[in-house]
C-alpha cells in the first residue's frame, strides 16, 4: 500500500532498508522523487549499520544515531533537485530492526521541511464530533516527577492550541502522579484528573454490584485476558470513566522496555499502587492499538522523558503502531519538546487539517501520517534558503477526492461528541478496508481476485452504511 501512496501522491520518498546478507550488516538508502511526472531515483548509498550507533551490534542497541553523511547527502539533493517539495517522506522498508528507534526527524532541521514517515495503511479515519477529546494515559515512576510535569504543560499548550476549538482532556495517572496532581484542575471544564485508586478488578466491581459484568472485550475484538491481568484494569478503568462516550485521541506517555524479542512501555500492575520495580507490568503495539479502537480515538500519540537520549523501546512501539493502524499515529520525546508545546500543535493540526494553521514541524516528534490529512501543506508553497518559493505538482483532482470517511464525519460535524459504539465501529471499518487493501493472500485468477474484492468490499461498505442509518438523529 505504501508504494501506491507514493505512485499516487508522487511523493519525495528517502527509502531505506536493513541489509543482513553480507559480512557485515548494511543499511542501504535511496532518495526518489517525481519531475515532470516521472519518478527518478537521484542518488543510492550504503553505509554500515553501526554508522547509526556502535551499539548496533548489540541484541538491543541503547543508543542510535543519524550518520551526519547521509543527512548531508538528503540535504544536497533537496536543495539543489527537490526544491518544490514541502515533506519528506521516509519509507522503511521492513524488516528494519531497530532502524525505526533511530531520530530520522532530525533531518527537518538540515533540510527545513517536515519529515514524516509513509504509512501502509487506509483509509483517512473519519472526524466524528467538534470537541477534540483526548485520554492521557500517563505511568512514571515513583520517584520520577515528569509526569506531573507533562500533564501540566500538556494540559497548558493543548489550551493554547486549541483556542477556538473545543478541546476537553481526560488524564488516567498512576498513584504517584495522581499525588502531585491531585489539588489541581477542580472545577475546570476542560481538564478532569481521574483518580486511580477508584480503578477496581472486575471480580471486586461485581461482587460490590451484586451482579454479573458484561465482558465489553467480547464485541471490542481485544484479546482475551486473565480476570486480574493489569492490562485489562486500566482499559475497564479508563472506559468507565469515559462513560461511554468516545475520544478523538488517545496519548499514553509512559518509558519503554527493550526486551531481545519486543519493545513495549511500562505501566503500574495496578493503577491505585505504586509503581515500584517489583510493581511494573508491560503494554506492547497491541494492547495500545485495541485500547485506542476500543475508545474510538482516530489519533495516537506516544511520550517517553528520554531523560538519557534516546527511548528506543517507545520509539519502536509507537513506530511499530504506526506501520498497523489507519490514522495518525505519534511519538513525542520530552526532552526535545519543552512545554509539549509542538506535541499540542500536532493534535491542534489534526484535530482540523483543513484550518489554516501551519504545519507543526518540529524535530521532537515524528509520526506515520497519511497524506490525505496534509493535502494543504502538500500544496502549499514554501520557501527554501535559496529564497525561491515553489509547490508540489501533484494532481489538484487528488485533493478533490473524498475519502469513505467524508459521509460519516459529515453526519457529525455539527455535534460536539459521539458514542463510543459509534467511533469504535468506524475504527473497525477502516481497519478492515486498510486490511482489504493491503491483502496478502495466495494467488487468484483475476476473475476470482475480483469478486472476492467486490464481496469484501461490499459488505464493508453495507456495514459502514448501517452505522451511518442508526447513527442519524443522535
Known amino acids: 500500500m505504501s508504494g501506491a501512496l507514493i505512485q499516487r501522491w508522487r511523493l519525495a520518498v528517502l527509502r531505506v532498508r536493513l541489509d543482513l546478507s553480507a559480512s557485515a550488516p548494511t543499511v542501504h538508502s535511496r532518495l526518489d522523487g517525481y519531475a515532470s511526472g516521472s519518478d527518478i531515483t537521484y542518488w543510492t548509498r550504503s553505509d554500515p549499520l553501526d554508522a547509526f550507533g556502535p551499539e548496533f551490534s548489540r541484541t538491543i542497541p541503547m543508543r542510535v544515531k543519524l550518520p551526519a553523511e547521509l543527512a548531508e547527502a538528503v540535504r544536497g539533493t533537496m536543495e539543489n533537485e527537490l526544491k518544490q517539495e514541502t515533506i519528506l517522506w521516509l519509507r522503511l522498508e521492513p524488516p528494519y530492526g531497530y532502524l525505526g528507534a533511530v531520530p530520522w526527524e532530525d533531518l527537518s532541521e538540515v533540510i527545513e521541511i517536515p519529515v514524516l514517515r509513509v504509512p501502509d495503511h487506509l483509509p483517512l479515519p473519519a472526524s466524528l464530533g467538534r470537541t477534540w477529546r483526548i485520554a492521557m494515559v500517563v505511568n512514571a515512576p515513583e520517584s520520577a516527577r515528569w509526569g506531573a510535569k507533562h500533564v501540566r504543560e500538556f494540559t497548558l499548550a493543548l489550551r493554547s492550541s486549541f483556542q477556538h476549538r473545543n478541546v476537553t482532556v481526560d488524564v488516567f495517572p498512576d498513584i504517584h502522579t495522581h499525588a502531585l496532581l491531585e489539588s489541581e484542575h477542580r472545577g475546570d471544564d476542560v481538564v478532569h484528573i481521574h483518580d486511580p485508586s477508584l480503578a477496581h478488578i472486575t471480580h471486586e466491581r461485581v461482587a460490590s454490584s451484586g451482579g454479573r459484568r458484561p465482558d465489553a472485550r467480547a464485541a471490542s475484538g481485544m484479546r482475551p485476558f486473565e ?127 483543513s484550518s489554516e494553521d501551519e504545519f507543526p514541524s518540529d524535530r521532537s516528534w515524528f509520526g506515520y501520517i497519511q497524506p490525505e490529512s496534509v493535502q494543504r501543506a502538500l500544496a502549499a508553497p514554501v520557501l527554501h534558503q535559496t529564497g525561491q518559493v515553489s509547490k508540489t505538482s501533484f494532481s489538484e483532482s487528488t485533493m478533490s477526492e473524498s475519502s469513505e470517511a467524508d459521509l460519516l464525519s459529515e453526519a457529525f460535524a455539527s455535534v460536539d461528541e459521539v458514542p463510543t459504539w459509534v467511533a469504535s465501529s468506524s475504527r473497525f471499518v477502516e481497519t478492515k478496508f486498510a486490511d482489504l487493501r493491503n491483502i496478502s493472500a495466495p494467488p487468484r485468477t483475476r476473475e476470482s481476485s475480483r469478486a472476492y474484492d467486490t464481496g469484501a468490499s461490499d459488505a464493508l461498505a453495507d456495514i459502514q452504511a448501517l452505522v451511518q442509518r442508526h447513527t442519524k438523529g443522535l
Open 227 to 353: 480476570p486480574n491481568d493489569p492490562r485489562l484494569l486500566w482499559a475497564e478503568w479508563i472506559t468507565d470513566a469515559l462513560s461511554g462516550i468516545a475520544l478523538r485521541a488517545l496519548h499514553v506517555a509512559a518509558p519503554g522496555i527493550a526486551g531481545a524479542d519486543r519493545a513495549v512501555l511500562s505501566i503500574a500492575a495496578r493503577p491505585g499502587l505504586p509503581m515500584k520495580s517489583s510493581l511494573f507490568e508491560a503494554i506492547d503495539t497491541n494492547d495500545v492499538w485495541k485500547l485506542a479502537d476500543v475508545l474510538g480515538a482516530s489519533l495516537v500519540s506516544i511520550a517517553a522523558p528520554e531523560t538519557r537520549g534516546i527511548d528506543v523501546a517507545a520509539r519502536m512501539v509507537a513506530d511499530s503502531l504506526g506501520q498497523l493502524r489507519p490514522g495518525p499515529t505519534l511519538f513525542s520525546s520530552l526532552r526535545r519538546n519543552s512545554g509539549s508545546h509542538a506535541l499540542a500543535r500536532a493534535h491542534a493540526f489534526f484535530a482540523d487539517p
